[in-house]
């Protein structure tokens, strides 16, 4: 007999239990910045995607506030019904002008731009080419696609060029992150745009974590890359979100004229959901202009950035995704320029789910909120802190969280 859906979802759950993967919410009153109140305690966020520190920014919240009186709460339809208010179409027209690419266009989130827009450019008989350890929503695009999916070896631009060598004769859809999201570390672009431009494949960048941080705020594919003197080409479809270092909620895809129209007719992520509010394509634009503007803000995160990892290196914690390539090594000793950590992203890998979660709940008894990242988000074993530093954090408050992971992450065994 088949049990009821309760029964069974109850037996899943405990299963969850069992091996230390059953996730809790926690309830966060009052603003998302850096002083933040979690489950009616006092402590300081180390976790957020908040890079730039315009989450909580009043001059943000007040545009967005003032928009909201003008436009009311919801656009109460999709984008090609009634919903496309001016508030979108000028936060798209500044994105492409900041990017310097012929049009932009919104979407409710990241996770479904990504759907959407693979789905709606390559089918069957296409071939997708990703990296490993490729955002889910990317996954989930390239499943939904119906496309081939050739995955290559992390950040390995030699294993792409062979997936790109071997996909059939359908296109070939090149895709990856530029950050990558639980290591912080960089997708070798250049050298995986060259591999795409050898084998006639599209390109397709998820700059989720490197808008507004990198390339002087415009992102990863921009110039400088981080990689002295290696130029990106444009991938032919960048996509970046709006709640991360812009501080407001959505995302967005720039491209080419056509790319753009067609994905307004194609992508059903798009045709056949609610516009979001237009108060909050205004306060993306008022984050916009922040993240424009505010050079400090990237100097300031940078600074912390170097003074984490020092502080990190003087304690003999090791700050590493746990990536490894298939010498065994991790990137902190194959030293690779690609690999320096240049980003907000750094990951404390401890191994074990009971370790990360145990030092997770030291941290946050000390006042340190950064949450253990555990398997199916990682790879088996490789449970970490992740913690992130933004703009919003001052040198006291690296220093703090320092001395408290002192305490509550031992040094890693040396390997044998
Ligand atoms: C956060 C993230 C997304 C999803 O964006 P949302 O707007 O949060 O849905 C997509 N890709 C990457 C790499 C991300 O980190």
């Given at each position: 007999m088949?049990?009821?859906?309760?029964?069974?979802?109850?037996r899943?759950?405990a299963?969850?239990?069992?091996?230390?993967?059953?996730?809790?919410?926690?309830?966060?009153?009052?603003?998302h910045?850096v002083?933040?109140?979690?489950?009616g305690r006092?402590?300081?966020?180390?976790?957020?995607?908040?890079?730039?520190?315009l989450?909580?920014?009043?001059?943000?919240?007040?545009?967005m506030?003032?928009?909201?009186?003008?436009?009311?709460?919801?656009?109460?339809?999709?984008?090609?019904?009634?919903?496309?208010?001016?508030?979108?179409?000028?936060?798209?027209?500044q994105l492409?002008d900041?990017?310097g690419?012929?049009?932009?266009?919104?979407?409710?989130?990241?996770?479904?731009a990504?759907?959407?827009?693979?789905?709606?450019?390559?089918?069957?008989?296409?071939?997708?080419?990703?990296?490993?350890l490729?955002?889910?929503?990317?996954?989930?695009?390239?499943?939904?696609?119906?496309?081939?999916?050739r995955v290559?070896?992390?950040?390995?631009?030699?294993?792409?060029?062979e997936?790109?060598?071997?996909?059939?004769?359908?296109?070939?859809?090149?895709?990856?992150?530029?950050?990558?999201?639980?290591?912080?570390?960089?997708?070798?672009?250049?050298?995986?745009?060259?591999?795409?431009?050898?084998?006639?494949?599209w390109?397709?960048?998820?700059?989720?974590?490197?808008?507004?941080?990198?390339g002087?705020?415009?992102?990863?594919?921009?110039p400088?890359?981080?990689?002295p003197?290696?130029?990106?080409?444009?991938?032919?479809?960048?996509?970046?979100?709006?709640g991360?270092?812009?501080?407001?909620?959505?995302?967005?895809?720039a491209?080419d004229?056509?790319?753009i129209?067609?994905?307004?007719?194609?992508?059903r992520?798009?045709?056949?959901?609610?516009?979001?509010?237009?108060?909050?394509?205004?306060?993306?634009?008022?984050?916009?202009?922040?993240?424009?503007?505010?050079?400090w803000?990237?100097?300031?995160?940078?600074?912390?950035?170097?003074?984490f990892?020092?502080?990190c290196?003087q304690?003999?914690?090791?700050?590493?995704?746990?990536i490894?390539?298939?010498?065994?090594?991790?990137?902190?000793?194959?030293?690779?320029?690609?690999e320096?950590?240049?980003?907000?992203?750094?990951?404390?890998?401890?191994?074990?789910?009971?370790?990360?979660?145990?030092a997770?709940?030291?941290?946050l008894?000390?006042?340190y909120?950064?949450?253990?990242?555990r398997?199916?988000?990682?790879?088996?074993?490789?449970?970490?802190?992740?913690v992130?530093?933004?703009?919003?954090?001052?040198?006291?408050?690296?220093?703090?969280?320092?001395?408290a992971?002192?305490d509550?992450?031992?040094?890693?065994e040396?390997?044998?």
């Amino acid at each position: 007999m088949t049990p009821s859906l309760g029964a069974h979802l109850a037996r899943e759950l405990a299963a969850l239990e069992d091996r230390q993967r059953y996730r809790h919410r926690r309830v966060v009153a009052g603003s998302h910045g850096v002083r933040i109140e979690v489950d009616g305690r006092r402590c300081l966020n180390f976790c957020s995607n908040d890079y730039l520190g315009l989450a909580a920014d009043p001059g943000v919240a007040e545009a967005m506030a003032a928009a909201a009186r003008q436009t009311g709460s919801g656009s109460g339809a999709s984008q090609l019904i009634s919903g496309h208010n001016r508030a979108h179409a000028e936060l798209e027209e500044q994105l492409a002008d900041y990017l310097g690419r012929p049009r932009a266009l919104l979407f409710a989130t990241g996770f479904a731009a990504n759907v959407g827009i693979i789905d709606a450019l390559v089918g069957r008989g296409d071939t997708i080419v990703a990296d490993a350890l490729n955002h889910a929503s990317l996954i989930d695009g390239a499943r939904l696609s119906g496309a081939t999916k050739r995955v290559y070896a992390h950040a390995d631009p030699g294993a792409a060029d062979e997936q790109l060598g071997a996909a059939g004769s359908g296109h070939r859809l090149l895709v990856t992150d530029s950050v990558f999201s639980m290591d912080g570390d960089l997708a070798p672009l250049p050298a995986l745009m060259t591999a795409a431009a050898r084998h006639d494949a599209w390109t397709m960048v998820d700059d989720a974590h490197g808008f507004g941080v990198l390339g002087g705020g415009r992102g990863a594919c921009a110039p400088p890359y981080p990689v002295p003197e290696s130029r990106v080409p444009s991938p032919d479809v960048y996509v970046a979100t709006l709640g991360k270092s812009v501080g407001a909620a959505g995302a967005f895809v720039a491209g080419d004229e056509a790319l753009i129209e067609y994905l307004i007719q194609r992508a059903r992520t798009l045709v056949f959901s609610t516009a979001p509010p237009p108060a909050v394509a205004a306060a993306a634009s008022a984050g916009l202009r922040r993240l424009r503007e505010d050079d400090w803000r990237r100097a300031h995160l940078f600074e912390l950035i170097a003074r984490f990892r020092r502080g990190c290196e003087q304690l003999g914690i090791v700050v590493d995704g746990g990536i490894r390539d298939a010498a065994g090594a991790s990137p902190a000793t194959r030293n690779s320029p690609l690999e320096t950590p240049l980003t907000p992203i750094q990951p404390l890998v401890l191994g074990s789910d009971a370790d990360a979660l145990a030092a997770s709940r030291a941290l946050l008894e000390r006042g340190y909120l950064v949450s253990a990242i555990r398997p199916p988000t990682v790879p088996e074993g490789t449970a970490r802190l992740r913690v992130t530093l933004t703009a919003a954090h001052d040198a006291q408050q690296v220093d703090g969280l320092l001395a408290a992971l002192a305490d509550c992450v031992r040094p890693p065994e040396p390997v044998a």
